[in-house]
């Protein structure tokens, strides 16, 4: 299958060591990413970076910054429906809201790993 859903409602979070709960209810519906949507994220994130005016290394940002960047441009090009309310970043404010987007990640990836050519063991 090509596409996935998951919610992370119950997922565990790591601060809290609760699950996230009713604020990060609601599902994500997130297709396989093709090599054109691979190129769409890559283009769209380094688009971002460059407006920002990312190329003084003095003045790069933080490893976190660029991942959350990343999914979120990676969540816009692959979902297949509307992504959850609660995942519009103009309204979060909490390391809570942080973690949340980064069990979203977790999620993906778990899929995308679905794909991943195993290697064969050797003797």
Do not use: C, H
């Amino acid at each position: 299958m090509n596409s996935t859903e998951f919610s992370i409602e119950n997922v565990t979070n790591p601060i809290t060591k609760a699950p996230f709960g009713s604020k990060y209810a609601g599902k994500f519906a997130i297709k396989r990413p093709s090599i054109k949507d691979k190129l769409a994220i890559s283009l769209q994130d380094a688009a971002e970076m460059s407006a920002y005016g990312i190329s003084n290394p003095y003045q790069m940002l933080s490893e976190g910054i660029k991942l959350l960047s990343y999914i979120v441009k990676f969540v816009e090009v692959t979902a297949a429906t509307p992504v959850p309310e609660w995942f519009d970043l103009t309204k979060m404010y909490e390391d809570d809201d942080e973690e949340a987007i980064l069990a979203v990640w977790n999620e993906i990836q778990a899929f995308l790993d679905t794909f991943r050519v195993k290697q064969p063991a050797t003797a």
